[in-house]
């Protein structure tokens, strides 16, 4: 009975951890340039909070340190959320966006239609975005008003049409521009290895409950 006790005692404290985790975790996704590789790189941390429909996310410029020298600059910044692509020219609407207080970069936020992606992601419509410079479109930009190797920079979004998804779908809907890098293509666009779901660590604690009803079983029968 005792080691019955100690077993259900881990168990509980287990699944504790995995609900607490689930709903105070933040993802962190790891963007690379799809043609430019370690030249283009980034780290982005990004959560959301499905009671408030706010979706918040800091975005580093890691190029410098993935690859000594690049000069790789971020000078934009979209979100395709799934499915992929949307039948309008302006994917979802009804987002608003903010960028945290900047010394190194300017980022304007934009619900409109920002045009097309690069590197190949024809099928892409972004529903909104951070872009930088007086083009008006993702394609475009100001290295000059970007983030440099080396910087980070927080953003802020909200909209109703976040309503369904999930922080790990939205998360990895994001596309990055990046320009100046010193090596030829002097463009790309960054795209982001994917998050699982913890759906491994559920499983994990199901199957602790699983092993805990059947040493109960077993002791009873003894």
Not at 54 to 65: G, Y
Not at 163 to 186: A, D, H, K, L, M
Request: net charge neutral; glycine share 10%.
């Amino acid at each position: 009975m005792f080691q019955f006790r100690k077993l259900t005692i881990l168990v509980s404290a287990i699944l504790f951890t995995i609900v607490t985790a689930s709903t105070l975790r933040a993802d962190t996704i790891t963007i690379t340039g799809v043609d430019t590789k370690q030249f283009s790189t980034a780290t982005v941390v990004c959560e959301f909070n499905s009671q408030t429909n706010t979706f918040t996310f800091t975005i580093t410029n890691t190029s410098a340190i993935t690859h000594p020298g690049s000069t790789s600059t971020i000078t934009g910044i979209g979100y395709d959320l799934p499915p992929l692509g949307n039948a309008s020219a302006s994917g979802l609407n009804g987002f608003t966006g903010t960028q945290a207080p900047s010394l190194s970069s300017n980022f304007t936020f934009s619900d409109a239609a920002l045009g097309n992606v690069p590197a190949g992601f024809n099928n892409v419509v972004l529903d909104f975005g951070f872009i930088t410079g007086p083009s008006g479109n993702f394609n475009g930009g100001s290295p000059n008003d970007g983030l440099a190797p080396g910087e980070s920079a927080s953003f802020t979004v909200t909209g109703a049409a976040f309503s369904g998804f999930t922080e790990t779908q939205i998360c990895n809907s994001i596309f990055v521009r990046f320009q100046s890098i010193n090596t030829s293509p002097s463009s790309d666009v960054g795209v982001p290895t994917a998050v699982p779901e913890p759906l491994s660590v559920l499983l994990m604690g199901t199957g602790l409950v699983g092993l805990a009803g059947t040493l109960r079983r077993r002791r009873r029968k003894d």
